[in-house]
């Protein structure tokens, strides 16, 4: 059963795996508004729009949630060159990142945030199986989660159905397209594009059954690895390390003030077990070798 890791310590935010996959699979007509992974800032609307709250209060995704496709007077542009660039025409009020780098906090000093890296999760039991009146979607042996383009009529049902809301509708085609976990790659032993493409190696790719790849070890040996809103119901196969050590907050003295995470914000995301997440990495961090460690500092990060 493939699975994955993102470790949110080592996320830089870089959105080299966002523009990996997009030049991969959904640079094309019609797909625009696609975007199979992304990093989202936390805390933040996400995309599309709000995902996270509405799907906690069972409301549907609106049209306006998601990327509008801009339009621009290229007239101006050709027919006064070196004058500025073209006016759009449609007011943007939204989009991918809209709040990129956006924190919270009372003051600068103690303002926080971290960035979440953002798929289809691969569920075990995925929600939007059963909701397709067509079914067109299917799990493989492997866990990999796809949509049949040539059963999909478009009803959308998975849209809403998909807690996560990682599903998009093509809007030439009428039918849904979601991350397929990059299985032609994997089928030939290498790891999904946005794995391989993290700078930071903040992912893990593996067996999540096979006891020396890395996902089984931080999930399933260490334990330091959880899924996103459990309560959803689905079992995701796309598992975090929640970010417990990020930078204190430091007034303009210089004096330490403690962590900045929302530790409230961060259980509403990763449950309680955030707290045994972070008992576990301090007292590893204090050994003066930890395999622990070994695993999170490792290349390649992935093990097919």
Same mark, same amino acid.
Request: hydrophobic letters at 30%.
């Given at each position: 059963?493939?699975?994955?890791?993102?470790?949110?310590?080592?996320?830089?935010?870089?959105?080299?795996?966002?523009?990996?996959? =997009?030049?991969?699979?959904?640079?094309?007509?019609? !797909?625009?508004?696609?975007?199979?992974?992304?990093?989202?800032?936390?805390?933040?609307?996400?995309?599309?729009?709000?995902?996270?709250?509405?799907?906690?209060?069972?409301?549907?995704?609106?049209?306006?949630?998601?990327?509008?496709?801009?339009?621009?007077?290229?007239?101006?542009?050709?027919?006064?060159?070196?004058?500025?660039?073209?006016?759009?025409?449609?007011?943007?009020?939204?989009?991918?990142?809209?709040?990129?780098?956006?924190?919270?906090?009372?003051?600068?000093?103690? !303002?926080?945030?971290?960035?979440? /890296?953002?798929?289809?999760?691969?569920?075990?039991?995925?929600?939007?199986?059963?909701?397709?009146?067509?079914?067109?979607?299917?799990?493989?042996?492997?866990?990999?989660?796809?949509?049949?383009?040539?059963?999909?009529?478009?009803?959308?049902?998975?849209?809403?159905?998909?807690?996560?809301?990682?599903?998009?509708?093509?809007?030439?085609?009428?039918?849904?397209?979601?991350?397929?976990?990059?299985?032609?790659?994997?089928? =030939?032993?290498?790891?999904?594009?946005?794995?391989?493409?993290? /700078?930071?190696?903040?992912?893990?790719?593996?067996?999540?059954?096979? /006891? +020396?790849?890395?996902?089984?070890? $931080?999930?399933?040996?260490?334990?330091?690895?959880?899924? $996103?809103?459990?309560?959803?119901?689905?079992?995701?196969?796309?598992?975090?390390?929640?970010?417990?050590?990020?930078?204190?907050?430091?007034?303009?003295?210089?004096?330490?003030?403690?962590?900045? +995470?929302?530790?409230?914000?961060?259980?509403?995301?990763?449950?309680?077990?955030?707290?045994?997440?972070?008992?576990?990495?301090? =007292? +590893?961090?204090?050994?003066? =070798?930890?395999? $622990?460690?070994?695993? $999170?500092?490792?290349?390649?990060?992935?093990?097919?």
């Amino acid at each position: 059963m493939w699975g994955m890791v993102i470790d949110l310590n080592k996320c830089l935010g870089c959105q080299s795996c966002t523009i990996a996959c =997009k030049m991969l699979w959904s640079d094309r007509d019609g !797909a625009d508004h696609m975007w199979f992974t992304m990093v989202e800032t936390r805390p933040g609307t996400g995309y599309p729009k709000n995902w996270e709250e509405k799907s906690l209060k069972g409301q549907p995704m609106a049209k306006g949630d998601y990327e509008a496709v801009p339009q621009f007077d290229y007239q101006k542009l050709q027919n006064n060159p070196g004058k500025g660039m073209p006016k759009v025409l449609a007011k943007m009020e939204g989009g991918p990142n809209w709040d990129e780098d956006i924190g919270q906090g009372k003051t600068v000093n103690d !303002a926080w945030f971290y960035y979440l /890296p953002i798929n289809c999760m691969h569920c075990e039991e995925p929600k939007c199986i059963p909701a397709c009146p067509e079914k067109a979607i299917y799990k493989r042996d492997d866990g990999t989660v796809l949509i049949d383009p040539e059963l999909c009529q478009g009803a959308e049902d998975c849209v809403d159905a998909c807690p996560y809301k990682r599903i998009f509708m093509n809007n030439n085609t009428g039918k849904a397209e979601k991350c397929i976990l990059c299985y032609p790659r994997v089928e =030939k032993g290498m790891p999904p594009i946005c794995v391989q493409n993290c /700078p930071g190696k903040a992912r893990f790719f593996g067996d999540l059954d096979d /006891p +020396e790849s890395p996902v089984y070890e $931080l999930v399933k040996k260490f334990k330091v690895a959880v899924p $996103l809103h459990s309560e959803f119901g689905t079992k995701p196969q796309i598992f975090y390390i929640p970010p417990v050590f990020g930078p204190n907050a430091i007034d303009n003295q210089g004096d330490d003030h403690g962590q900045r +995470e929302d530790a409230t914000y961060l259980k509403k995301q990763f449950g309680s077990a955030i707290d045994q997440v972070k008992a576990t990495m301090e =007292k +590893e961090r204090r050994k003066p =070798k930890s395999e $622990l460690m070994d695993v $999170l500092c490792a290349y390649p990060t992935w093990k097919i």
